[in-house]
C-alpha cells in the first residue's frame, strides 16, 4: 500500500509538470494551428535562466523563478513576433519547419553559451516528510502544490479576466474575435508569454530534482506533445488530464514493469490509443 | 539556361559526380562527398513524402537507423554476407514501416508529424534500451565493409567507396525521377494538393500515401544501410530526431517537392559546414536563424524560387505558352 501511494506521489509530480508544459502547448496551438517544437527549448532557458539568477546573482529561489518566467514570456513573445507573425498566412508545413529552426538555434545557443555539460541547479527546500509510512522529498510536495497553483490562476485568468477570455474567443473563432475588436496580434503575443511562463516555472520546479543541460527539453516536450494529441489539440482540460494520465502511467510502468522502458510507455500509450481512435481520446468527431 | 533542363543537365551532373575525385585533394574530401551522398539518398527519400506527398514524417531518421542496424547486426553478429545484409536492410525498413506507416498515415497534416516525431523517439529509445540485441549505447562496431563483387572491385580504398556510393545515388535519383514523373508521382502530387480534391477524383487515398511512405523509407533504410558500411561503426544517435531536422534543411534549401533540390541542399549545406569548421558544434546558430528566414522569404527554396522565376519570365515572353516547367 505504502508503494503504491508513494507512485501516486511519483504520478502527481510527473503529470503536474507533464501538464504544464502541455498547457503552453495547447493554448499556443489554439490560437496559431502551430506546433510549436520550440516550446521544449522555452523549458530549456526557463531552467537556465532560474539556474543562473541563483548561482550568478544568488538570488532565492521564487525570485529566480520569477525573473525566468519574465525572461521566458519576452522570449516567447518577441518569437512569435519574428517567426510565427511572418508566417500566420503560410501553409501548414512552412511554420512547422520554422518552429524547428528556433528550435535548433536556441539550443545551439544555449550550448555555446554555458556548454554542454549537466549542471544541479540547488533547492532551499532539501528535508524529506514522513506520513503514514510514506516518504515524500519536499521539493515533490513543493511540485505538486505549485503545478495545481499555477493551473488554477490559468484557469482563473482565462475565464475571470477579459484579456484571458480574449484568448480564449480567438481559440474559438479568429474572425469573430476580430470583429468585436479583439487585436489578433496581440492576443497572439500575450499566448506565447503565457505558454513562456508556463514552461519556465515548470522547468523551475522540476529542475531540481533532475538535470540542467541544452538537451534536457526534449524528452519532455515530446511527452507533452503526446499529451496534447490525447487530450485534443488545442484543449486546456485535455491537457491538465492527459499530463496526469502520462505521469500516472510513467511512474506506474516504472515500478512494475521496468525503469529502463518508462521513458517508452508514454509513446506506446499514444500508438495503441491512436491505433483505435485516430481523433485522440476527448475529442468528438473526426478532425 | 533551358537546356540544362532534361538530360542534358543530369549528364553534366553525372560527370561533375564521376570527375570529382581528381578535384578532391585528399581522402578526406571524398570522404566528406561520399557522406554528403549518403544523406542525399535518404534526403531523397524524405523528399518524396514530405515535398511530393505533403506529409512531413518527423521519423526518417529513425528508419535510416532501423536499415543502418539491421545491416550493422547481420554481418556482425550474425557474419551474414555484407550485399545479402543489404538486401535485408531494405526490406527489414519496409517491414517495419509497413504497420507504422498504416498507423501515423490515419492522422493528418500536424498530427501526423507529432506522431512520426514520437515514433521516431520510440526507435531511438528501443535501439538505445534493447542492449541484447543493438549493444545500446556501446553502438555496434566493427561493421566489415562492403564486400567486393566477384574479384573484380573491391571496396577498400576511399575512392572506390565513393564510386559506390555514387553509384546507388544515380541508382536512387534515377529512380525517383522516374517515380515523379509517373501517374503514381502525379498522384502523390494531387494528394499534396488537396487530399479532399485528390479522393473525389478517385484517388485511393491510404493506398497511395502509404505506397509513398515505403518507398520513402526503403530509401532511408538504403542509405543507413550504406551509412553503416561506410562509417563501420553506428550508435543510437543516428536515428535521433536532429537528423531528420537536418535532412528538412537540406530539402528546403533546395526546394521542396523538386527532384534537383533536394539533392543540391543535401550536397552543398555539409560542404558550407566543412568551412565553417569551428562552428561544427554550433552550426545551428547560424542554420537555424537561415531556415527561419528560407521559410518566411524563400518557402521554395532555390531551385523552386528559379523555377518560379524562368516559369514568370517565360509567360511573360510567350503569354500563349502553357508549358509547365519541370524539373
Known sequence: MDIFLQQVLNGLTLGGIYSLVALGLTLVYGILHVPNFAHGAFYMVGAFASFLLMDK????????MLGSAVAVAALAAVAERLVFHPLRHASGLHPMIAAIGLLLFLEAGAQALWGADFQRMSTPYTGIIEMGGVTAPVQRLLIIGAAFT???????????????????AMAQNREGASLVGIDANRVAMLTFAVSGVLAAVAATLYAPINLVYPAMGHLVITKAFVIIILGGMG?????????????????????YISTDYKDIIAFMALVVILSFRPQGIFKQGAH | MARLHGPLGWALLLAAGLLFPLLARNDYHLTVMSTAYIFALATLGLNLIVGYTGQFNLAHAGFMAIGAYTLGILTVDHQVPFWWAFLAAGAVTALVGWPLGWISLRLKGHYFSIF???????????IEKWESLTHGTVGVIGIPAPSGIAGVVSFDTPLSLYYLVFFFLVVGVWAMRRIA?????????????????????????????????????????????????????????????????????????????????????????PWITQYL???????????????????????HGIVGSWLAWR?????????????????
Not at chain 1, 238 to 243: E, F, M, N, S, Y
Not at chain 2, 215 to 244: C, E, K, M, N
Open chain 1, 57 to 64: 546573482l544568488g538570488l532565492n529561489y521564487w525570485l529566480a
Open chain 1, 150 to 168: 499555477l493551473m488554477l490562476m490559468l484557469h482563473l485568468f482565462l475565464t475571470r479576466t477579459v484579456m484571458g477570455s480574449t484568448i480564449i
Open chain 1, 235 to 255: 484543449s486546456v482540460p485535455g491537457a491538465i488530464v492527459g499530463g496526469l494520465i502520462i505521469g500516472f502511467a510513467e511512474s506506474f510502468g516504472a515500478f
Open chain 2, 116 to 126: 512520426t516525431m514520437c515514433v521516431g523517439y520510440i526507435i531511438f529509445l528501443v
Open chain 2, 181 to 269: 514523373n509517373s501517374l503514381l508521382g502525379r498522384t502523390f502530387v494531387a494528394i499534396r494538393n488537396g487530399d479532399e480534391l485528390a479522393e473525389a477524383l478517385g484517388i485511393n487515398l491510404m493506398r497511395n500515401k502509404l505506397t509513398a511512405f515505403l518507398i520513402s523509407v526503403v530509401y532511408a533504410g538504403w542509405a543507413g544501410a550504406l551509412y553503416a558500411g561506410f562509417v563501420r561503426f553506428l550508435g543510437p544517435d543516428l536515428a535521433a530526431v536532429h537528423h531528420t531536422f537536418d535532412m528538412t534543411m537540406y530539402m528546403l534549401v533546395g526546394g521542396l517537392g523538386t527532384l534537383i533540390g533536394p539533392l543540391l541542399g543535401a550536397i552543398s549545406v
Open chain 2, 277 to 299: 569548421q569551428f562552428l561544427q558544434e554550433y552550426r545551428f546558430i547560424i542554420f537555424g536563424p537561415l531556415l527561419i528566414l528560407l521559410v518566411i522569404y524563400m518557402p
Open chain 2, 311 to 327: 516559369a514568370r519570365q517565360a509567360s511573360l515572353a510567350a503569354p500563349h505558352n502553357q508549358e509547365q516547367p519541370r524539373a
